[in-house]
């Protein structure tokens, strides 16, 4: 998780990630004044371009597109039928594009604004402060589907990988991961509890719920990985993790300061907190050969296999480096390569999940 154009691929990347609600009171502003006369989506969009640019509102042109569509009933301003471009709106359409433009002039992200957002082409609700996943994220997800397109089957062997997400927001991973992988299933964790409900809402809305088991977890708190034993040696632990370096959480852009949960941004000191935990619980977890896929801070491969060559009774070894699309380090693949320590064996306890036919 594509995002809405240049603007979100620089405050959402990098330094622009993750932050918490208090942008919500908007009883100090001043609603811009109603329009007059009927005006079409054309005009609508030229005229809070111009609103949203003298506000100081990044990618005034795209943010205005978007709203305009979304009233309209479409996802892009392009894919609207071209006679809704010049078509006059109704008193109501002009009201909502008026309402929703009020809310990005207080910095809401658009994402939040429109209540839901396409990732890998599965359109997800959005609500605050759930973390919004950014387009890196969906680089992540094609470097996992490609290792695990090209890891051979066993012999007689059934089904797909059991998959660990840690910090699954929305569920824009696990949910990308299960829809492409038809015979896979999931473990979707999550500390924070809005999280876990909109998880729930958009398995049920992409009817995915059987394969996927959310479970509310802090991985931080000592004994955790515990919870996870039972569900049985898992062949890919996943997570795009809070990464932020504490130093840098105050440099955010005001979208993702004052809307999104600060605890799916803060790394802690030097963003390695929530890393180094996911690290200590994988051999625990994983099977012989197992895999962690990771979304990153690009100063964090470096730090990420100084601290693996620190702790070498973990037996995981950084394999691979991957940049995003704007040339920063950013994905790295660690591979389990000693003994699987506590596992039982492969087991996928509690209701059953729906056979998938194959």
Known sequence: MELWGGMLRTFLSGLGRRGGTRGWAFSSWRPHRPLDGLLNATELVSHWTAVFEKRGIPEARESSEYIVAHVLGAKTFQSLRPVLWTQPLTPWQLQCIQELSSCRLQRMPVQYILGEWDFQGLSLKMAPPVFIPRPETEELVEWVLEEVAQRPRA??????????????????????????????????????????????????????????????LDVTLEGSWAHLLPWGPMG?????????????????????????????????EKGMDVITHILAL????????????????????????????????????????????????????IRRSGPRRGCPADAWPGPQPARVPG
């Not at 197992?290 to 100084?306: A, K, T, Y």
């Open 236 to 268: 890919l632990v996943v997570s795009n993790p809070p990464y932020v370096f504490r130093q840098d959480m105050e440099q955010l852009a005001p979208e993702i300061r004052s809307y999104e949960d600060p605890a799916a941004l803060d790394g802690g």
């Open 282 to 333: 994988a051999p625990r977890l994983l099977k012989d050969s197992g895999s962690i896929f990771l979304e990153v801070d690009p100063r964090h491969p470096e730090l990420v296999g100084s601290w693996l060559q620190s702790q070498p009774d973990l037996s995981l070894d950084l394999v691979a480096v991957r940049r995003d699309f704007c040339e920063r380090p950013r994905f790295l693949h």
């Open 155 to 216: 012999v007689g062997a059934q089904g797909g990988p059991l998959i660990l997400e840690v910090g699954c927001g929305s569920g824009a991973i696990s949910l990308s991961l299960l829809s492409q992988l038809p015979q896979s299933r999931v473990i979707a964790v999550d500390k924070g509890e809005a999280a876990i409900c909109l998880t729930h809402e958009n398995a049920q809305r992409l009817q995915l719920q059987d394969r996927i088991r959310i479970v509310p």
